[in-house]
């Protein structure tokens, strides 16, 4: 078991001498003390981004009104210069609520085999529920860290409504897969939380194959974007980068392997690698859950429990039993599917894969103190999609929402959210305050709030199967043309178009693609549609290629863009002119010349001599 002390104090009469009572000083300075922890977390490889061990963007923690919590800071020599006995300051922030909460620093103290504060953090009173910032403060040097949307606050937990998903396999390459796979993901996040969901949990092969910082970081602002939490554990493709030597999954999302009590439910994760589990983790999961009081104890991860290594398909069964888990999530392969004992040990629910639109989904499961729940299917991911049309950061002065509902008889849970044969969905949304009051068309403002410079707003709408709705929100009319960056791709004669839209308004809401081979005469592109995207590419004939671009915004505004693409490979070589072949005298000149210089030096002693007589 990894046990971690805080510190090591002599428990002999020897405590009772000078150097003793020294170094109980110290100790209650900084707070060590002699208690063996568990940790909620495995160690760290690598400092995150933000300072904070835990809670994490993805291991977030709940808390209620008056509720407690801890938290754990890393130490860095070049803020702290040896200084351990720091007096922190702490806060819980949102732009969904009026004001910031000042949070009580009950206990405090130091981990010298982490190298980390431990802080027991306690919440006020009037707290409304909600997901918030969590930051902490060192006046004294200046020291500021936040971790976003990293605690959860909620007075009443009756049942919890988790959205679990897995396998998006999210990239940001230039490449049709992870395209279609990442705007997959950000279909089922927004629609989880439009819907409303509690919690998302993530069962693993969040990122794909990724060796690139940039692609953790892309998927962190999304997380930040995010209102709803989320649940992160490690999948084969996450742990690929892992056995890269590459930490970015601690530095920017979670723990590798973590717990979190949510009031009266705990959840546990470890890392199931490629099927393999060691004894390391099944230790530390094993004591994780015997230190826990909650009520409901859910362990998840990406494979199926008797589909790992021969230790682990041998302990997990019997931890789980022995600690009376209740629930185990797991995402390998999407096999949308209920186990339920005595076939299997413990209740075993998997959801659909995520990085399919077309055969994937999310599953809905509830959890109360009652029972667990989950229909037989997951939601199809075709069936309802949310786009922003631009960045829900704040950074936007308005927002086009595009809502699109299909029609299925196997909705797998989707009718949860049915109110009067309606889908009620709610929308958060901020963006940047130009002190303007925002203009709404397809929906209902029910709360507002302006801070530090931005709105924030929650709208409700509701949406008939079949229909696609667009919903405005604007501070000031939209009369800006939108734009796009094309970013072409020529591979012999075969051209890709890749591209990103832009509007300084609502967004851009399509494009359509034209080419032409005389700049004059234009037939549109014929789109190849992969995991129910469009994409655009074609073999071309000639070069150079032309290509229109028409693009239409949220406003209707359109605009057309052009640009010349050569393709080497189809280019006219050009006829090569003869070169005249260098001048070789005759053989019959070449024997005269000879002769006629013989006669010329001939003539010339001839002269000579005559002159001399």
Not at 253 to 268: G, K, V
Request: aromatic fraction near 12%; charged fraction near 25%; hydrophobic fraction near 40%.
């Amino acid at each position: 078991m990894d046990v971690i002390k805080k510190g090591r104090l002599i428990p002999t009469l020897l405590t009772l001498t000078l150097t003793g009572i020294i170094f109980l000083s110290f100790a209650a300075e900084i707070g060590v003390v002699a208690d063996d922890i568990q940790l909620p977390f495995q160690r760290y490889h690598l400092e995150p981004v933000n300072g904070i061990l835990y809670p994490r963007i993805g291991a977030p923690s709940l808390v209620t009104p008056k509720g407690s919590f801890k938290a754990y800071l890393v130490y860095k020599e070049d803020e702290f210069s040896g200084r351990k006995d720091i007096v922190w300051k702490a806060k819980l922030s949102s732009l969904f609520s009026e004001d910031d909460y000042q949070l009580e620093i009950i206990d405090s103290s130091f981990i010298e085999e982490i190298g980390a504060w431990e802080l027991q953090l306690t919440t006020p009173s009037g707290v409304p529920d909600g997901l918030y910032n969590l930051s902490f403060t060192w006046e004294e040097g200046g020291v500021e860290r936040t971790e976003p949307n990293c605690v959860v606050v909620k007075s009443d937990l009756k049942e919890l409504k988790i959205a679990l998903l897995g396998e998006s396999h999210f990239g940001i390459k230039r490449q049709f897969g992870f395209i279609a796979f990442s705007e997959s993901l950000k279909d089922i996040l927004r629609s989880a939380e439009t819907l409303g969901f509690d919690l998302i949990i993530h069962t693993g092969d969040v990122i794909g194959n990724a060796y690139d910082e940039e692609t953790f970081q892309a998927f962190y602002k999304l997380l930040v974007e995010l209102k709803v939490p989320i649940l992160l554990t490690l999948g084969n493709a996450d742990w690929d980068t892992v056995e890269h030597n590459l930490y970015y999954w601690e530095k920017y999302l979670a723990p590798m392997e973590y717990s979190t009590n949510w009031d009266w439910i705990h959840f546990a994760t470890i890392n199931t690698d490629t099927q393999t589990v060691t004894d390391e983790s099944l230790d530390w999961l094993d004591a994780d859950l015997a230190s826990s009081k909650a009520e409901i104890r859910v362990v998840f991860f990406q494979y199926a429990y008797w589909d790992v290594s021969p230790n682990a398909a041998a302990r997990l069964p019997e931890i789980f039993q022995e600690r009376q888990v209740d629930l185990v999530f797991f995402g390998q392969d999407g096999t949308d599917e209920v186990k339920a004992p005595p076939e299997v040990p413990v209740l075993t629910i998997s959801p659909l894969t995520t990085h399919s639109p077309i055969k994937g989904g999310f599953r809905l499961v509830k959890i109360s103190k009652e029972g667990i729940e989950t229909p037989e299917k997951s939601i199809p991911n075709w069936i309802l999609n949310v786009t922003y049309l631009q960045r829900n950061d704040g950074s936007s002065d308005g927002m086009g929402i595009l809502v699109q509902l299909g029609q299925s008889t196997e909705a797998g849970g989707l009718l949860e959210f049915v109110q009067d044969d309606r889908l009620k969905l709610r929308i958060l949304l901020i963006l940047r305050d130009k002190g303007k009051e925002p203009v709404v068309e397809g929906a209902e403002i029910v709360w507002m709030n302006r801070k530090k410079g931005k709105i924030a707003i929650i709208l409700e709408t509701t949406v008939n199967q079949g229909e696609d709705k667009l919903v405005r929100v604007y501070q000031f009319p939209d009369d800006e043309p939108p734009s796009i960056e094309l970013y072409p791709e020529v591979v012999v004669d075969t051209v890709t178009l890749f591209y990103e839209l832009k509007d300084q308004g609502l967004g851009a809401l399509d494009v359509k693609f034209f080419y032409s081979y005389d700049n004059k005469t234009w037939k549109e592109f014929k789109p190849i549609i992969r995991e129910d995207y469009k994409f655009f590419r074609m073999k071309a004939s000639y070069s150079p290629f032309y290509v229109k671009a028409t693009v239409i915004d949220a406003a209707g505004n359109e605009a057309d863009s052009y640009w010349k693409l050569e393709i080497p490979s189809l280019a006219e070589v050009p006829e090569e002119t003869p070169k005249p072949e260098p001048y070789q005298p005759s053989k019959k000149i070449l024997v005269v010349i000879p002769l006629i210089l013989g006669a010329i030096v001939a003539a010339i002693i001839q002269i000579y001599l005559m002159r001399k007589k």
